[in-house]
């Protein structure tokens, strides 16, 4: 269970630092699908099929809801986010807007990487 606290407070601080808006249903999603993604890689494998789904029946509300609020979410953080966090953790940002799949797993890389260091 400490783990998952930890790993709760590491996921928290990081979208905080990246300016991730905590005022939107996107933000408590998006931690949700970051969460859910360290606990089952394999859902990766179908960004609509599987994370919309799991993250909707946490929050119970629906896939299109989750979409769009994620959507949301990622645009607001790419344009008024931390530029210097944000091009630490997403080394696409200075050519190209992440999908949410790469979002995703740059931020758990750069948990992991912290969890190694520290």
Do not use: W
């Not at 799991?54 to 629906?62: E, R």
């Not at 953080?77 to 995703?104: A, C, N, W």
Request: aromatic share 6%; with cysteine; charged share 20%.
């Amino acid at each position: 269970m400490n783990g998952i606290v930890n790993l709760n407070t590491r996921v928290s601080e990081l979208l905080d630092r990246m300016g991730v808006p905590d005022y939107t249903a996107g933000y408590s999603f998006l931690h949700t699908a970051i969460m859910s993604v360290y606990e089952q890689p394999d859902l990766l494998g179908s960004i609509i099929e599987c994370i919309y789904v799991v993250v909707a029946n946490k929050h119970k509300t629906t896939v299109a809801h989750v979409e769009e609020e994620l959507e949301h979410v990622l645009l607001a953080t790419l344009l008024s986010g931390d530029r210097v966090m944000l091009q630490k953790v997403l080394h696409t940002l200075h050519y190209r807007q992440p999908t949410l799949r790469e979002f995703i797993e740059m931020s758990l890389k750069y948990i992991r990487s912290a969890e190694q260091v520290g």
